[in-house]
Structure formats: structure tokens, C-alpha cells
């Protein structure tokens, strides 16, 4: 992955030569990553790409909760215990809601 730092944004010319040799790069505000610039080709529509991005977004999400849920045992649990789950935190977040 290349970096640009948020300064290096001032600067067309870095980021055109970056992004044509990268194709992506990983803009950094004091050391800390806070967004990515992607390279798009000729004819590709920048909402589809747009999506595309959130759909993976969506689906490392949905693998970062599986692997916790497989760490947690939670992978093991029998319909009745889910359903005692849910129906505990229905209650919980019930009660929050009466107090005044």
C-alpha cells in the first residue's frame, strides 16, 4: 500500500503519479490512516464503485463477527439458547427505556 499524507493532497501532481502507479493510496493524518483514494478507469462509474467498497465493507464485517462469535463459543449455541438471548436483551432494552 502507498501512503499520502493529508499535505501531500495539496499537490496534484504527487497524487495523479501515485494513484497511476498504485492504482490506490492510503491517506494518513498525523501517522493514522483516514481515508483512500482509488484510481478509477476510463468509463468506470465512480457509484458503482462506491458500492462495491461498502458491499466489502459489509462482508469483512460480517467475517469479523463470525470469527468472534467461533472465539466466544457463540457458534455452539442451540436455537433456544439464541432465542433466550434475544429475548433477555429485548427485555434489557425495555427496561432502559421506562426509566425516566
Known amino acids: 500500500m502507498n501512503y499520502l499524507a493529508v499535505k501531500d493532497l495539496k499537490a496534484p ?3 495523479r503519479e ?6 490506490t493510496a492510503l491517506v494518513t493524518n498525523n501517522g493514522k490512516p483516514m481515508a483512500m483514494l482509488v484510481d478509477l478507469a476510463d468509463g468506470e462509474n465512480p457509484d458503482q464503485l462506491a458500492e462495491a467498497i461498502r458491499m466489502a465493507r459489509a462482508r469483512l464485517a ?3 463477527l463470525r470469527a468472534t462469535s467461533r472465539r ?5 449455541l442451540s436455537l433456544n439458547q439464541i ?7 429485548r427485555a434489557e432494552r425495555k427496561a432502559q427505556r421506562a426509566i425516566p
Open 72 to 76: 466466544r463459543g457463540a457458534d455452539k
Open 18 to 23: 501515485t494513484l497511476a502507479a498504485y492504482g
Open 13 to 15: 501532481k504527487l497524487i
Open 83 to 89: 432465542n433466550a438471548e434475544i429475548r433477555a436483551a
Open 62 to 64: 460480517l467475517s469479523d
